[in-house]
């Protein structure tokens, strides 16, 4: 799953889980992103996800891409290519790798792939001056629909634009505002709820054919539509649950076990594996059927519940005042054992998994060796350990930034500095210059391999002499470089991953293989 792969390995997780059934096959947790070092609660406007698994938001007029690590202002990356004065209102990333913005004017999308922007010319928008948008959403056969606050519609299919405007109309007529709160795609057709409690049709089979239906004794909002197995699920606010079947039969929708909140702000998400309710106290996962597979609490500090829901596979993102959370699956592993991180830095720099499930991790806030059983040993003092590698069955050689090799004794449970001689050449050439930053680690029969920042080294295995590799053309500066993987091949070559391309060495003879210029 994207996002507990991508950057959820080291958050420190601040929900608790309150309830669950065996429906999903993991169990879930929450976690609040944290989006800028400095800012605990940040305003969320909208909330969008690209297929990289990257987090998209916006706040305060501006768009941001999280990675994990930091917040990316995309404007700033566009500036010079800035076709509209206008602020954005609305954000959303489509299958075409889109960034679509809607402004109260304008609208507009930056093309992912190229990072050009590109402006939806006026003509094909509402002949109207106030554009402002209510939502954009994209539908399950990829459609996109831009909804305004004024009735009108626009479906984006790849590069064609269809306007919509039979809600507008219904206001015009009816001297009342009916505007679009909710979109969904069931039985062939687009289904709209309103502020009127009526819903459109739109079939997209039928030239955009639409159809506009009262829906017996409701006359409040219809802030969510699910498409489901039997029938189209209305909510009609504050808390009613209705159902339409396809032959236009209209029942109460009564789940087992789950109700709306009455006077609460919530959302109701609708995904392809699950839908997700979440109010100001919890988080629901729903099956088809509404029913609750698992309850988590909401970890929120004012009574002002999620805005925005975006859900990508078996994972949510809520969208609050506060800032961003994000349901997803424990995972099973490394993860659940590792001590909370409580640096702002959560980058972990080399991992080794022994057979019996035991493991050695190092990150920029100390390193740590953890038993099989859970038990943990940190070294709080070893803050940068760059690569570990193998030496036997409990000792670990840990290659720094800074402190050259030290060894890990797994049966003493200590990191001791490697003891190490330097061979006559070496001393007279290269005693100044050393391998202290430890980039990659290999063998061969007779030697560790060391990569470093400044070139490969050899270390003797049986008499730990240390020397710098040196290729047949006796040149001191010949391979310089930065070596950040090393890999043997199966003919006695060594294939070099260096900061300026990749290089093999054959028989002592280094021969640049990529690129072959430059």
């Given at each position: 799953s994207y996002l507990s792969k991508k950057w959820f390995f080291h958050l420190g997780l601040i929900g608790s889980l309150c309830a669950g059934q065996a429906a999903f096959s993991q169990d879930y947790t929450i976690a609040k992103l944290k989006l800028f070092p400095d800012r605990d609660e940040v305003l969320i406007k909208d909330v969008t996800t690209d297929s990289l698994g990257f987090i998209w938001f916006l706040t305060n007029g501006e768009i941001y891409r999280y990675d994990g690590y930091r917040s990316l202002d995309i404007l700033k990356t566009i500036?010079?290519?800035?076709?509209?004065?206008?602020?954005?209102?609305?954000?959303?990333?489509?299958?075409?790798?889109?960034?679509?913005?809607?402004?109260?004017?304008?609208?507009?999308?930056?093309?992912?792939?190229?990072?050009?922007?590109h402006a939806v010319d006026s003509s094909l928008l509402p002949p109207v001056h106030n554009r402002m948008v209510s939502w954009i959403k994209q539908l399950a056969d990829s459609t996109v629909m831009v909804a305004y606050e004024n009735g009108h519609l626009l479906l984006i299919h790849d590069n064609r634009f269809v306007p919509i405007d039979g809600l507008y109309h219904e206001s015009v007529a009816a001297n009342n505002k009916v505007s679009p709160l909710c979109v969904t795609l069931w039985n062939g057709k687009y289904w709209v709820g309103t502020t009127v409690g009526t819903v459109l049709s739109i079939d997209p089979y039928r030239g955009c054919r639409t159809e506009y239906h009262?829906?017996?004794?409701?006359?409040?909002?219809?802030?969510?539509?699910?498409?489901?197995?039997?029938?189209?699920?209305?909510?009609?606010?504050?808390?009613?649950?209705?159902?339409?079947?396809?032959?236009?039969?209209?029942?109460?929708?009564?789940?087992?076990?789950?109700?709306?909140a009455e006077n609460e702000y919530y959302v109701l998400g609708e995904g392809k594996q699950m839908h997700v309710y979440a109010d100001t106290k919890s988080a629901c996962l729903l099956d088809a059927d509404f029913g609750i597979t698992q309850q988590i609490a909401m970890p929120l500090k004012n009574r002002f519940g999620p805005k925005h829901v975006c859900i990508i596979g078996d994972e949510a993102v809520l969208g609050t005042e506060e800032g961003i959370f994000v349901i997803y699956p424990k995972t099973k592993g490394l993860s659940q054992f590792i001590p909370p991180n409580a640096s702002t830095n959560k980058s972990t720099r080399g991992i080794y998994v022994y057979p019996d499930g035991a493991f050695f991790y190092s990150t920029y806030q100390g390193a740590g060796f953890v038993e099989s059983d859970g038990t943990v040993w940190p070294f709080e003092q070893l803050r940068h350990a760059y690569v570990l590698y193998p030496i036997n069955d409990h000792e670990l050689f840990v290659g720094t930034e800074g402190g050259f090799l030290k060894i890990f004794d797994r049966k003493r449970h200590r990191v001791t500095d490697i003891h190490y001689t330097l061979t006559p050449e070496t001393a007279a050439k290269h005693a100044f210059n050393l391998p202290v930053n430890v980039m990659s680690l290999a063998e061969t029969d007779s030697d560790y391999l060391i990569g470093s920042s400044g070139g490969l080294w050899l270390l003797d295995k049986k008499t730990y002499s240390l020397r710098r590799f040196a290729d047949v053309s006796g040149e001191p500066h010949g391979l310089d470089l930065q070596i950040r993987y090393i890999q043997l091949t199966p003919q006695g070559s060594m294939l070099l991953s260096t900061n300026v391309g990749l290089f093999e060495v054959l028989q002592r003879q280094v021969i640049k293989r990529y690129p072959l210029s430059g």
């Amino acid at each position: 799953s994207y996002l507990s792969k991508k950057w959820f390995f080291h958050l420190g997780l601040i929900g608790s889980l309150c309830a669950g059934q065996a429906a999903f096959s993991q169990d879930y947790t929450i976690a609040k992103l944290k989006l800028f070092p400095d800012r605990d609660e940040v305003l969320i406007k909208d909330v969008t996800t690209d297929s990289l698994g990257f987090i998209w938001f916006l706040t305060n007029g501006e768009i941001y891409r999280y990675d994990g690590y930091r917040s990316l202002d995309i404007l700033k990356t566009i500036a010079g290519q800035q076709l509209t004065d206008d602020m954005p209102q609305r954000i959303l990333i489509d299958r075409q790798h889109r960034l679509w913005m809607a402004g109260n004017a304008n609208l507009s999308y930056l093309d992912l792939k190229t990072w050009m922007v590109h402006a939806v010319d006026s003509s094909l928008l509402p002949p109207v001056h106030n554009r402002m948008v209510s939502w954009i959403k994209q539908l399950a056969d990829s459609t996109v629909m831009v909804a305004y606050e004024n009735g009108h519609l626009l479906l984006i299919h790849d590069n064609r634009f269809v306007p919509i405007d039979g809600l507008y109309h219904e206001s015009v007529a009816a001297n009342n505002k009916v505007s679009p709160l909710c979109v969904t795609l069931w039985n062939g057709k687009y289904w709209v709820g309103t502020t009127v409690g009526t819903v459109l049709s739109i079939d997209p089979y039928r030239g955009c054919r639409t159809e506009y239906h009262q829906l017996p004794g409701i006359h409040q909002h219809i802030p969510n539509l699910i498409a489901g197995d039997d029938g189209l699920i209305v909510n009609a606010s504050p808390d009613q649950l209705y159902q339409l079947r396809s032959q236009g039969e209209w029942e109460a929708f009564v789940p087992e076990g789950f109700t709306l909140a009455e006077n609460e702000y919530y959302v109701l998400g609708e995904g392809k594996q699950m839908h997700v309710y979440a109010d100001t106290k919890s988080a629901c996962l729903l099956d088809a059927d509404f029913g609750i597979t698992q309850q988590i609490a909401m970890p929120l500090k004012n009574r002002f519940g999620p805005k925005h829901v975006c859900i990508i596979g078996d994972e949510a993102v809520l969208g609050t005042e506060e800032g961003i959370f994000v349901i997803y699956p424990k995972t099973k592993g490394l993860s659940q054992f590792i001590p909370p991180n409580a640096s702002t830095n959560k980058s972990t720099r080399g991992i080794y998994v022994y057979p019996d499930g035991a493991f050695f991790y190092s990150t920029y806030q100390g390193a740590g060796f953890v038993e099989s059983d859970g038990t943990v040993w940190p070294f709080e003092q070893l803050r940068h350990a760059y690569v570990l590698y193998p030496i036997n069955d409990h000792e670990l050689f840990v290659g720094t930034e800074g402190g050259f090799l030290k060894i890990f004794d797994r049966k003493r449970h200590r990191v001791t500095d490697i003891h190490y001689t330097l061979t006559p050449e070496t001393a007279a050439k290269h005693a100044f210059n050393l391998p202290v930053n430890v980039m990659s680690l290999a063998e061969t029969d007779s030697d560790y391999l060391i990569g470093s920042s400044g070139g490969l080294w050899l270390l003797d295995k049986k008499t730990y002499s240390l020397r710098r590799f040196a290729d047949v053309s006796g040149e001191p500066h010949g391979l310089d470089l930065q070596i950040r993987y090393i890999q043997l091949t199966p003919q006695g070559s060594m294939l070099l991953s260096t900061n300026v391309g990749l290089f093999e060495v054959l028989q002592r003879q280094v021969i640049k293989r990529y690129p072959l210029s430059g």
